[in-house]
């Protein structure tokens, strides 16, 4: 099952540029982001294009340690279970589970 991810603020508030809607099912932080540059070095940035890469990277956490076999329905479920409880503050459609939380990961 697809997971459709938004994008937060530091403040884990919705992020203003974020997508938003009812298909949207989790957040992650893509604000103020620390990233390489093109040119060497590292630089700052914002987008749903960082929110993205921390909800796979969540999933794969969650998918690393569990009992082989775990289906993907059960790393999108737990995905969202353990998001800070949702709607997605400030999302203006109030979708969402919430905002990825990987502290219990």
């Given at each position: 099952a697809?997971?459709?991810?938004?994008?937060?603020?530091?403040?884990?508030?919705?992020w203003s540029s974020s997508n938003f809607g009812a298909e949207v099912d989790v957040a992650a932080v893509a604000v103020c982001v620390v990233t390489t540059?093109?040119?060497?070095?590292?630089?700052v940035g914002a987008g749903t294009s960082?929110?993205?890469?921390?909800?796979?990277?969540?999933?794969?956490?969650i998918y690393a340690s569990s009992p082989q076999?775990?289906?993907?329905?059960?790393?999108?479920a737990?995905?969202?279970?353990?998001?800070?409880a949702g709607p997605i503050p400030g999302d203006p459609d109030g979708g969402g589970e919430g905002v990825l939380d990987?502290?219990?990961l």
């Amino acid at each position: 099952a697809p997971t459709a991810c938004g994008a937060a603020d530091s403040d884990d508030t919705f992020w203003s540029s974020s997508n938003f809607g009812a298909e949207v099912d989790v957040a992650a932080v893509a604000v103020c982001v620390v990233t390489t540059a093109s040119a060497g070095g590292t630089t700052v940035g914002a987008g749903t294009s960082f929110a993205s890469p921390a909800v796979a990277g969540a999933a794969a956490l969650i998918y690393a340690s569990s009992p082989q076999g775990i289906t993907p329905e059960r790393v999108r479920a737990r995905l969202l279970s353990d998001a800070e409880a949702g709607p997605i503050p400030g999302d203006p459609d109030g979708g969402g589970e919430g905002v990825l939380d990987v502290s219990d990961l």
